[in-house]
C-alpha cells in the first residue's frame, strides 16, 4: 500500500497559516486600504483627439508619466489604435487640465484637442461597488445551494469558508502589494471562487465516494480524509500549476494593463488550491467529528 501524507495531522499547522495570513492581509486593508482604479474613485473624463494615430498604451504611458496619476484609457469606438481617446484621471483642476494638455503636445509631438470634459460622479462609483459585491454575492449563494443539495449542508458550508478565505486572502495581497482594484477585478475575484469551488468539489467528491466503500474497511474518519487527500491531490497541483504558468506568462508578457488583473488571479490560484486541500477539508473533517462524537454520545445516553 502506498504510503500516504497525513494532511490531518498538520491541519492545525495549516489553519495557523491561513489565520496568519489573514491577520496580515487586514491589517494592510485598514491601514493601507485598496488602491481603488478612477472607475472607482471618480475624477475627470477627458475626449481627446490627437493629430496623429496612436495606441492606447502610448496614451496611458504619456498621461501617467506627465500627470503623476494612474489614468484609465480607452479608444473611441473600440480598439487599440486611433485618434480618439477617453482618458479618465483622478480629478483635475482647471489649470492641471490645461497644463497636461499642453505637455502631452510636447511630449507626443502631435496636435490634442478637447472634445469634451467631464466629471465621473461619486454616485457611479457607488453604483460600481454595489454591484459589484452583490455579483460576489450572488455567485456564492448559488454555489452554497448547489453543493449543499448535491453534496451535503455541511459540504456546502465548509466550500463557502474556504471562498471566503480566498477572498480575504486575494483582498489582503491586493491591499499590500498596492494593486489597483478596477471592473476587471470583479471579474479575477468571480473567477477565483469559481476555480476555488470547483477544485473543494473534486475532493468532496472523492471523500464522498470512499465513505461510501468504507463499509468493513475499518478505517478511521481522518484515514479516510487523509487517502481521499492523496487520491485527488496530485491532479489539483498538476491543474494550478498549470494556470500559474499561463499567468506567469501574462505578467512577464502582458504588459501593464493587464499585469494587476494576472497578478491577482495569481493570488487567488494559490490561495485557491491551499484552500481546498489544507483548509477545506481539515475543516469538514473536524464537522464531521464533532456530528459522529455527538451521536455517539446520544447513543450512549439511551
Not at 505637455?103 to 462609483?125: A, M, P, Q, Y
Not at 487517502?227 to 504558468?245: A, C, I, P
Request: glycine letters at 8%; one cysteine or more; proline letters at 1%.
Amino acid at each position: 500500500m502506498r504510503r500516504q501524507f497525513d494532511f490531518i495531522k498538520w491541519a492545525k499547522v495549516w489553519l495557523a497559516i491561513s489565520l496568519v495570513v489573514i491577520a496580515v492581509g487586514l491589517v494592510s486593508l485598514a491601514t493601507r486600504g485598496i488602491n481603488l482604479s478612477v472607475d472607482y474613485t471618480g475624477g475627470t473624463e477627458l475626449e481627446l483627439q490627437f493629430g496623429q494615430e496612436l495606441t492606447v498604451t502610448q496614451v496611458r504611458e504619456a498621461v501617467a508619466e506627465l500627470s503623476g496619476k494612474s489614468p484609465a484609457v480607452k479608444k473611441v469606438g473600440g480598439g487599440e489604435v486611433g485618434t480618439d481617446f477617453i482618458v479618465t484621471t483622478p480629478r483635475l483642476t482647471d489649470q492641471e487640465r490645461l497644463d497636461l494638455v499642453a505637455k502631452l503636445k510636447e511630449r507626443l509631438g502631435t496636435e490634442v484637442t478637447v472634445l469634451s470634459v467631464d466629471d465621473v460622479s461619486g454616485t457611479i462609483r457607488s453604483e460600481l461597488i454595489r454591484n459589484a459585491v452583490l455579483a460576489v454575492l450572488i455567485a456564492t449563494a448559488f454555489q452554497l445551494i448547489y453543493i449543499g443539495f448535491r453534496f451535503e449542508f455541511r459540504s456546502g458550508v465548509t466550500a463557502i469558508l474556504a471562498v471566503v478565505h480566498d477572498v480575504l486572502v486575494t483582498l489582503g495581497m491586493v491591499s499590500l502589494l498596492g494593486l489597483e482594484v478596477g471592473p476587471a477585478f470583479v471579474a479575477a475575484v468571480l473567477t477565483i471562487i469559481g476555480y476555488s469551488v470547483n477544485d473543494t468539489i473534486i475532493i468532496f467528491d472523492r471523500i464522498r465516494e470512499n465513505l461510501q466503500r468504507q463499509k468493513g474497511r475499518g478505517e478511521s474518519l481522518a484515514d479516510l480524509v487523509n487517502r481521499s487527500l492523496s487520491e485527488t491531490v496530485t491532479r489539483s497541483l498538476y491543474t494550478s500549476v498549470t494556470v500559474l504558468l499561463v499567468l506567469a506568462a501574462i505578467l512577464w508578457l502582458g504588459g501593464e494593463t493587464t499585469r494587476d488583473f494576472a497578478a491577482t488571479l495569481f493570488i487567488g490560484t494559490v490561495a485557491g488550491a491551499y484552500s481546498s486541500i489544507c483548509f477545506a477539508a481539515p475543516i469538514w473533517y473536524w464537522w464531521r467529528q464533532a456530528g459522529e462524537g455527538k451521536r455517539s454520545r446520544a447513543a450512549r445516553a439511551r
